[in-house]
């Protein structure tokens, strides 16, 4: 097993309409308005995010996003992710219901040294320390869609 692999998968319920969520989340630079642990966004240029991120954990990740694919009529965001973690991220988002179902994977290996030399120790807390981003990015969703 390689310690320093993840692959990450979060489903949101959402009570508005799938064009609504896809609007909020094609917007990485408008992350840090709504999700408490996004803590910085630049953007180099339209395809490019340079994200700082943190969670209940006391560090900070880097991140360079580039879009790879940008599909609203499937209601997919995918970019290549590189920078204290390497690999992919998805979103897709579909009518469910009356609203929507976001649903997230990410697939990383994790490049930080410290976090590297802790990979087997640490790795129940990456995951959980994952899980509370998510739950948080969730909630601030929530509140903002509910607000515009």
């Given at each position: 097993m390689d310690w320093n692999h993840y692959r990450f998968r979060a489903l949101w319920s959402l009570p508005a309409a799938p064009a609504d969520v896809f609007a909020v989340l094609e917007r990485p630079e408008d992350y840090p308005r709504w999700w408490p642990q996004v803590?910085?966004?630049?953007?180099?240029?339209?395809?490019?995010?340079?994200?700082?991120?943190?969670?209940?954990?006391?560090?900070?990740?880097?991140?360079?996003?580039?879009?790879?694919?940008?599909?609203?009529?499937?209601?997919?965001?995918?970019?290549?992710?590189?920078?204290?973690?390497?690999?992919?991220?998805?979103?897709?988002?579909?009518?469910a219901g009356p609203g929507t179902l976001a649903r997230y994977e990410q697939v990383v290996d994790?490049?930080?040294?410290?976090?590297?030399?802790?990979?087997?120790?640490?790795?129940?807390?990456?995951?959980?320390?994952?899980?509370?981003?998510?739950?948080?990015?969730?909630?601030g969703l929530l509140r903002h869609l509910r607000a515009v």
């Open positions: 803590r910085s966004v630049s953007r180099p240029d339209a395809a490019t995010g340079v994200l700082t991120i943190r969670s209940l954990l006391p560090y900070d990740l880097t991140l360079t996003v580039r879009e790879t694919r940008h599909d609203p009529a499937a209601g997919v965001l995918e970019a290549a992710v590189s920078g204290d973690i390497e690999g992919w991220a998805r979103w897709t988002v579909t009518p994790v490049t930080k040294p410290l976090l590297r030399r802790l990979a087997v120790p640490a790795r129940p807390l990456l995951r959980a320390n994952h899980a509370l981003m998510m739950a948080g990015g969730r909630r």
